[in-house]
């Protein structure tokens, strides 16, 4: 009898964090054309375009739960960097801990509700991975805005805003995530 030679948790871990990463990249490089980045802080509190949504979003698609502890590191690394070494605090990394998890809640929530994502085809799968992203952003960012030590200085407009604008950047970078994986998909399918 041959044994395959599967790969282990570490390469699981490496290719996960590896497309986090990749795409916390993605981000800041399409940072660097928002026009709000200019202003007199050296970072807005809110990407116009939040790619790494998406690729949770993803990840938690391919890997289910155990996504939670491969993508920590590379999340707590990337917030670190984001917010700055300095303000990371227990609550950030709470805050970044919530973000992983509510994924995973949503995701289970659609299989409750209507169908399972992670082992429905077709359309009816797609639209499940696209809701539980959606709802996952929704509640993530009011967390965000609670508790998020960048917002205590905010008025409710500002926390409106920021909410509408950070929900907004999410599903765009879970729209381009997906479309992305879709026409990847296909061209493995096909090549």
Known sequence: MQMR??????????????????SFAMCEFFHLFDPTHRHPHPRPEVHMLFVPHGMIVLLAWIYGWIMVPL???AMLLSSAYIVGPEHMTPTVALLTLSRLVLVMIAMEAMKLVCCDARRDGGRAGVMALFAA?????????VLRMAYSPCCEMMTL?????????AVAADLAGLVIVMLGAM?????????
């Open 5 to 22: 030679n599967t790969p282990g948790p570490l390469f699981h871990f490496l290719i996960a964090s590896g497309l986090l990463l990749a």
């Open 71 to 73: 993508l920590l590191p």
């Open 133 to 141: 992203g959606t709802l996952a952003t929704l509640t993530f960012n």
């Open 157 to 165: 407009a500002e926390r409106v805003m920021t909410y509408a604008m």
């Open 183 to 191: 026409f990847l998909f296909r061209a493995l399918r096909h090549g």
